[in-house]
């Protein structure tokens, strides 16, 4: 044998072992559970090298006999798409193979029937038709295009690979129906329970849990969270395995902006590590979530209402009809897994149908008006029951004559305020000088005298001022005494002269005089002295004054007389006020009385009567405006020895008698007047 022939009987060997081994990877493809789209790529790749063929086509057949495009390697090659008689034709052919009892066909290039509709293969390349075929039906054709060189031997050894690779197909596809049958039943069994759960109970809070809980059983999944729309904003309201959701947690947070998201768009997401073909603002929300929560799957789908059959309006009226918008989100994620498969995602698919009817019926039957009340009113049949009578006739006297009482029963009503002991004779000392504390010569608790000095304060800006007014007026002065001496000596014209020179500087020393003492009395405003003699009221002056700025009319400290005695300071919340106006207009001669208890002893109480009521109304730092009133204490002897400026206290202006009712609901009947029956006058 020569080497020629060697060499050709050992190529010959070795594509024999490529087809083998592509035949087995083909059968081991086939017992795989990889999905429908996967095993069309990888199976017509793997044919299609075997033949060594130009390309190839898989198509898919759907339930009503309709063929669809699955896969396919260099069709344009075929040149179909160029001429479209030639598209129709090739159209035919293939239907025709599909309805055919034939499983298997071999068809020339540029053959055909008498007319299109008999098909034919218009293209270069002889065309291998494999239908596969499961046993309850056809569920694809596979098409190979083959140059149109090889022998008759050649073509039969093709025909021979293609029937036994479809075979392989034909398994996977049968295989794949009796796991769906499998699949399809136990599904069955477990939406049955799905189902009887999430439509159980009407209760928002309770659907929502059950929902999500059921949802991740049958879904198979890690975890399943419901968010309901709060205005334009999504909430988390339930997440499988908990039994509360922590709304402040960021994590919760960010998958509640991430629901918000996809509802404003409108249209599910499944990320699993790819965003590109996101909306930029569902993306953004995407990747936060998932940095946050590691998840390597995320499937979100707006939960959207019922829409309105618009087969129910005529054409006039379908123009208004709007769509309603979407009321929540329900996310399914995977946290070790990056893939969802495809049956997890036909049950994600079911959940989020029967999760939005049972949600939906949910949130519509909780925003029935006054809903809890006409379910009391449903269950109200028990309470008329022959044992329950007595019972129900003594609760509705009680509740009978504590409503009368409302009514009909006087009582004290008091307008109630916090205050505090302040001294009788006190003066608040004030800046009158821009600068900065230097030296404070008192602090709290320290005995002055009138005229004693309290601090000491220095402003820069005014001692180079009081420099500079000082050096002009020393030259000024010079000037003055030189022009003086020149006088005596100068004749009578240059004497003239000097007169007018002197007289204009005699004119500014005055001004300059003027100004120094103005700022010799800003110099002394920097010294602030006691006004009376007294008692430093002010806490902590070291921290609020010593090297601080301060400004012309800031308060520095309050210095009181506290031997003169005390009075109440109260602060009144402006909204009360309009009561203790009421009571004076109706009771013109009669003191406004004050009882009220020391914070430091709230067992005793003591009296007091209002003299004094600041006309206008402040806000000091705290949430609501107050009115400041005074009151004199009655009997300041019977306070304790304890008692001392400062001290806080609890008040209540007495306003009359009124219904009790009324006393105890005043401030709700405000709240009312003001925000409900304003609007209906």
Request: proline residues 4%.
């Amino acid at each position: 044998m020569s080497s020629e022939q060697r060499y050709g009987q050992n190529v010959l060997e070795e594509t024999k072992q490529q087809i083998r081994g592509l035949v087995s990877e083909i059968a081991t493809l086939s017992r795989s559970e990889v999905s429908p789209q996967e095993f069309q790529e990888q199976f017509l790749t793997r044919v299609v090298h075997a033949l060594g063929a130009n390309g190839g086509v898989l198509w898919n057949a759907d339930d009503s006999g309709r063929l669809s495009l699955g896969y396919q390697i260099n069709l344009k090659e075929a040149k179909l798409h160029e001429d479209e008689e030639a598209n129709k034709t090739h159209s035919y052919l293939l239907y025709k193979t599909l309805r055919s009892d034939e499983q298997f066909a071999l068809v020339p290039p540029h053959s055909g029937g008498e007319n299109e509709e008999s098909g034919g293969n218009p293209t270069d390349y002889l065309v291998l038709l494999g239908v596969i075929q499961t046993g309850l039906e056809k569920v694809g054709i596979v098409e190979i295009f083959q140059r149109n060189t090889a022998s008759s031997a050649t073509q039969t050894g093709y025909m021979q690979f293609l029937r036994q690779t479809t075979r392989y197909a034909s398994d996977y596809y049968q295989r794949r129906q009796l796991m769906n049958f499998s699949d399809r039943q136990s599904l069955w069994t477990q939406l049955e329970d799905f189902t009887r759960n999430i439509h159980k109970s009407l209760n928002l809070r309770e659907t929502l849990y059950t929902v999500a809980n059921e949802s991740r059983r049958l879904i198979e999944c890690d975890r399943v969270s419901l968010a309901i729309c709060h205005g334009r904003r999504a909430k988390i309201e339930a997440v499988s395995g908990q039994d509360m959701v922590d709304k402040r947690s960021e994590t919760v947070k960010l998958l509640g902006g991430l629901a918000s998201a996809v509802i404003a768009a409108n249209e599910p997401i499944v990320y699993n590590g790819d965003s590109s073909n996101l909306a930029p603002q569902v993306e953004k929300a995407v990747e936060e979530y998932v940095d946050a929560s590691h998840t390597k799957t995320i499937a979100v789908y707006p939960l959207i209402p019922r829409q309105i059959d618009e087969n129910d309006y005529d054409e006039t009226e379908r123009d208004k009809l709007q769509v309603k918008p979407p009321f929540g989100a329900i996310v399914v994620e995977l946290i070790e897994d990056a893939k969802i498969s495809e049956h997890m995602m036909k049950r994600v698919e079911i959940v989020v149908e029967h999760a939005r009817v049972a949600v939906g019926n949910a949130l519509e039957h909780n925003s029935i008006f006054l809903a809890p009340l006409w379910q009391a009113i449903g269950k109200s049949k028990v309470l008329v029951a022959a044992r329950m009578l007595p019972k129900t006739i003594s609760v509705t006297l009680g509740i009978l004559a504590l409503i009368l009482a409302m009514v009909f029963l006087p009582w004290n009503f008091n307008m109630h305020c916090d205050g505090s002991l302040e001294p009788i004779a006190r003066r608040n000392i004030f800046a009158r000088e821009a600068g900065k504390v230097d030296v404070l010569h008192v602090r709290h608790g320290s005995a002055v005298h009138e005229g004693d000095v309290l601090l000491e304060l220095s402003n820069n800006e005014l001692e180079a001022e009081w420099q500079k007014n000082q050096g002009e007026l020393n030259e000024t002065v010079k000037q003055i005494l030189t022009l003086k001496e020149a006088s005596y000596q100068a004749k009578d014209a240059e004497r003239i002269r000097i007169a007018g020179q002197l007289a204009q500087f005699e004119e500014r020393k005055k001004t300059l005089d003027f100004q120094m003492q103005i700022l010799n009395k800003r110099r002394d405003d920097l010294v602030i002295r006691a006004p009376i003699d007294g008692v430093v009221m002010t806490f902590d002056l070291e921290n609020k004054l010593k090297s601080r700025p301060v400004q012309p009319g800031l308060i520095l400290m309050e210095i009181a007389q506290p031997e003169e005695g005390l009075l109440l300071e109260l602060n009144m919340p402006e909204k009360r006020m309009g009561h203790i106006d009421d009571y004076r207009k109706s009771h013109p001669d009669d003191p406004l009385k004050v009882k009220f208890v020391m914070t430091v002893d709230p067992s005793r109480n003591y009296d007091a009567t209002v003299i004094e009521e600041h006309d206008r109304a402040e806000n000091r730092g705290q949430e609501e405006t107050i009115v400041q009133i005074r009151a004199q204490i009655d009997n300041p002897e019977e306070l304790p020895e304890g008692a001392r400026a400062g001290a806080g206290v609890s008040a209540k202006v007495y306003c009359g008698r009124r219904a009790l009712g009324f006393v105890c609901f005043n401030e709700m009947i405000a709240f009312l007047q003001r925000t409900v029956f304003f609007w209906f006058e």
